[in-house]
């Protein structure tokens, strides 16, 4: 998996659907420092708009990537404060 | 009639202006106080508010009010779920747990109505959808509820139908707010960006 952005962490919500994708990134970042990268690993296609959509819509997170790898969807989100 | 009348309105309006004109004072006054309110406003508006009325006690309907809920609160909204009528069946936690699909009348059902009215035939949508869910990956309906209490979702139930359903108030899960009227319900809804009737 791509490390050029360095996460901190990794979140792995394969298997899981909507919503806890969300939630479960969510409580991941609670968790986290601010600078620290968050890597989360989905196999829900609909986390693509939905991470994108929370990014977007909530304070402190800043959406730096996603990508997909075969079925799976990574995503990197950094805690900015 | 009307030309006649306008010179002398625009004449009442100038006096009237000129007797009333506020001060200086008063207006430096009043331009503080909107500052004041616009940030208020300003510094309010991260701050989304949702309410949603959850009115009906089915297998499949206890699932959108909670989803949307837990995800909201995943983007620090403040939520408020008001319970009532059939709603209440999903926070009460035996009914929760049992909590059925109905066959008849659901028209995506592969079976036509008379077949579904057979006995036994709720139970089979049931399973057949819970066994859907669990290879989706979707949460179970309690898993959702312990969710949304854990992530600060305001579970409320209607005091007056847990007294019309003959329910008693320690039937809730832990964390649900009792003894919540319509009233309450509409000054959450009034408060809120997003208000929803499920």
Known sequence: MSSQHNPTETLDVKGQSCPMPIVKTKQAIDGLEAGDVLEVVATDSGSMSDIQGWADGTGGVELLDQTEDGDLYIHYVKKTD | ?198
Not at chain 2, 95 to 103: C, H, T
Not at chain 2, 159 to 170: K, P, R, S, V, W
Request: some cysteine; overall charge negative; glycine content about 6%.
């Open chain 2, 1 to 198: 009639m009307s030309t006649d009348n306008q010179p002398a309105s625009a004449d009442e309006g100038d006096s009237g202006l000129t007797a009333d004109a506020p001060s200086l004072e008063e207006l430096q006054d009043r331009v503080d106080e909107l500052e004041h309110a616009l940030t208020e406003l300003e510094s309010d508006d991260g701050q989304k508010k949702m309410t949603i009325v959850a009115t009906k006690g089915s297998f499949d309907m206890a699932y959108p009010p909670l989803i949307l809920a837990s995800t909201a609160a995943a983007f620090d909204w403040e939520v408020v779920v008001f319970h009532t009528f059939w709603g209440l069946d999903i926070i009460h936690e035996e009914k929760s747990k049992n909590l059925k699909m109905s066959a008849v009348g659901n028209p995506n059902m592969p079976v036509p109505n008379a077949v579904a009215a057979i006995p036994g035939m709720d139970r089979m949508a049931t399973r057949m959808m819970e066994k859907r869910i669990e290879e989706n990956g979707t949460p179970t309906i309690e898993d959702l509820i312990d969710l949304s209490i854990e992530t600060g979702v305001e579970l409320q139930a209607c005091q007056m139908t847990i007294e019309l359903m003959d329910y008693d108030e320690a039937d809730f899960y832990d964390g649900v707010t009792t003894g919540i009227g319509a009233a309450t319900a509409l000054q959450h809804m009034a408060e809120s960006d997003v208000q929803l009737l499920i």
